[in-house]
């Protein structure tokens, strides 16, 4: 009876935890904003934004705050807080225009100073009204956390700041675990511009031409010489983290970095230095003043000076020397750097940031990544299609013709084969070189071309070692002959596939998947056309004797096939050809 009753006692408190969470009844983590529902927060990107209908105000004026999404969400928590102690209590209070989906609570003793749903209702926005009060802090951030179901939430998403009518934005001071001082911020009011880029200032955008102020996809870095110091700009879509690196070469890794990390809407500025292909870690003395940032929208915008040269921090790079620069984002948990989101923009050319004020061009992969790219590419698309095609095609043609004391279409095979193994082996080296040895984060990309490679070498061996035509073995080389050389361009496929994606080639998708998809589609159209050939079905011409033919009973069977072999043959490889310049366009395209 005792364990019934314990049974139903624990029964009855989960429910009640459930409907609590579904009813929007969350006042218990009015200061945290994290749900109980288990799991950890979701630090991919924030579908989610939160905006208001002003950018100052007064006490006792009326702030429209919205909360809306891509993609639906079922619960959310909405509060304000005072941007100089985000952690502190809930400010002001609420009104609601939508009682059927948002209701007000009582969080830290202040009624309607939070909202939140009504039910698990699935919505994409949510509008509800703050009333300034009296009193009120010179600055204020709205934060929300929102559930899109149950386990899967973001938590404390920041809005843009706002600001007290005739009042000074308070400076923030945070100090970090590896900071030997504090860090002094200053919010910034006005979004960077292109105001100045390439006469006072020099300016690197991504993609180029974009303009930080409006366009929200828009990454730029600036920076401007004012005596023994410079003074950057860094602004990015993200609501992790972006950054910049300054790199004496091509590879990322020994770079000096600097870091705006978004931590529950603090963006905290710091520089760093990144050890081989490790995360940066942070400098143990704060190099950096006149630190500033915003965040709204989902962009992270910040600036900072330092000196020009800073010889007790011999991680910290001199600015009179060239230097490639490296601008990424990513994600961040709990306001550490967990794991890039957007592929590295690198500079085309070194530049000397003390140098002439200019526009900076740069790409998303290095040449040598685009070498490696065409190589493989050219190989599997070109060579070994139509090596494989040939082969097929011509086997029986010209039986008493001899190229090189073999027969035509085996030298034909072979000596494409030859090229794919030669392409495949300079291909294949061009990674290792970029990443100076094989990388400790191997990716399926990686691994799948290593299993190409293998089965590319295994081949020629295989074919060194065949038997005689007439061996009782010989169909056993026939079979691992096929096989291996079909698996191979199978994986070559899927290897191809997987490596649009790669951050070092950052090819545009999804049309690069669009044209590959209608090479794959076009091979296999023409090996079942090829097939059917073989099987008989089509007609092989005349089985008439040639008038002319010096033999008596000679046909020209053969002849007229060797025609219509070579028309398919042409119009193959005009359509395998199409589909690699379109490919090799995009890769020299970025």
């Avoid at 300034?132 to 600055?139: C, D, E, K, L």
């Avoid at 300054?246 to 020994?254: A, K, R, T, Y």
């Avoid at 990674?431 to 400790?440: C, I």
């Amino acid at each position: 009876m005792a364990v019934m009753l314990r049974t139903a006692l624990m029964a009855f408190g989960i429910l009640a935890s459930v409907t609590s969470y579904r009813n929007g009844k969350v006042e218990k983590v009015c200061e945290s904003m994290v749900p109980r529902h288990g799991g950890e927060p979701n630090t991919t990107a924030i579908p989610y934004t939160l905006t208001v209908d002003t950018s100052e105000f007064s006490p006792g004026d009326h702030i429209q705050v919205t909360l809306s999404g891509s993609v639906h969400f079922e619960g959310f928590l909405i509060e304000a807080r005072d941007l100089a102690d985000v952690d502190g209590p809930a400010i002001g209070s609420f009104m609601l225009l939508n009682p059927a989906v948002s209701q007000l609570l009582k969080c830290h003793m202040i009624q309607g100073s939070a909202v939140s749903q009504t039910s698990e209702t699935r919505k994409t926005e949510v509008s509800v009204v703050w009333n300034a009060p009296t009193g009120a802090p010179s600055a204020v951030l709205f934060l929300a956390t929102v559930v899109a179901h149950y386990s899967n939430f973001w938590i404390k998403i920041p809005s843009p700041v706002i600001t007290q009518s005739g009042m000074t934005p308070p400076s923030i001071s945070s100090t970090s675990s590896t900071s030997s001082a504090p860090e002094t911020t200053a919010i910034l009011l006005q979004p960077f511009s292109l105001e100045g880029c390439g006469v006072w200032k020099s300016c690197l955008q991504d993609p180029a031409g974009c303009d930080p102020s409006t366009d929200l996809d828009c990454f730029f870095l600036s920076y401007r010489v004012e005596g023994q110091s410079v003074q950057f700009e860094l602004s990015g879509t993200t609501h992790g983290y972006v950054s910049f690196a300054l790199s004496e070469d091509e590879w990322m890794g020994n770079d000096d970095v600097y870091l705006c990390v978004n931590n529950g809407g603090h963006v905290h500025v710091e520089a760093a230095y990144a050890t081989g292909r490790s995360y940066p870690e942070a400098a143990d003395k704060n190099v950096l003043s006149d630190v500033g940032w915003r965040a709204a929208g989902g962009v992270i915008q910040c600036s900072f000076r330092r000196a020009v040269d800073i010889p007790q921090e011999p991680q910290r790079f001199s600015l009179t020397h060239p230097y490639f620069l490296f601008l990424a984002q990513g994600i961040a948990q709990r306001g550490q750097i967990n794991k890039h989101e957007r592929q590295p923009f690198i500079s085309a050319q070194r530049h000397v940031i003390t140098g002439t004020p200019e526009i900076v061009t740069g790409s998303h992969s290095p040449l040598i990544m685009k070498c490696h790219g065409a190589l493989m590419l050219i190989a599997w698309m070109m060579s070994a299609s139509i090596g494989t095609f040939f082969a097929g095609l011509f086997k029986p043609d010209w039986p008493e013709k001899t190229l090189f004391g073999q027969k035509v279409w085996f030298q034909v095979h072979r000596g494409l084969m030859w090229l794919t193994l030669a392409l495949m082996i300079a291909g294949f080296i061009l990674p290792f070189v970029y990443r100076r040895g094989w990388s400790t984060e191997a990716t399926a990309h990686m691994c799948l071309g290593c299993i190409v490679m293998a089965l590319t070498v295994i081949q020629p061996i295989m074919a060194a070692l065949r038997p005689a035509p007439d061996s009782s073995c010989r169909w056993i080389f026939n079979w691992l002959h096929w096989g291996v050389g079909n698996t191979a361009e199978v994986f070559a496929v899927v290897t191809i596939f997987v490596g649009m994606q790669q951050q070092s080639l950052c090819l545009p998708l999804p049309q690069s998947t669009g044209i590959l998809s209608g090479f794959i589609v076009w091979v296999a159209f023409s090996k079942i056309i090829l097939v059917i050939y073989k099987l008989g079905l089509f007609q092989r011409g005349s089985e008439s004797p040639d008038e002319h033919a010096i033999l008596p009973g000679h046909s020209v069977r053969w002849k007229w096939d060797t025609r219509c072999k070579m028309i398919a043959l042409a119009i193959f490889v005009t359509g395998i050809s199409l589909f690699l310049i379109a490919l090799l366009c995009s890769i020299s395209a970025i």
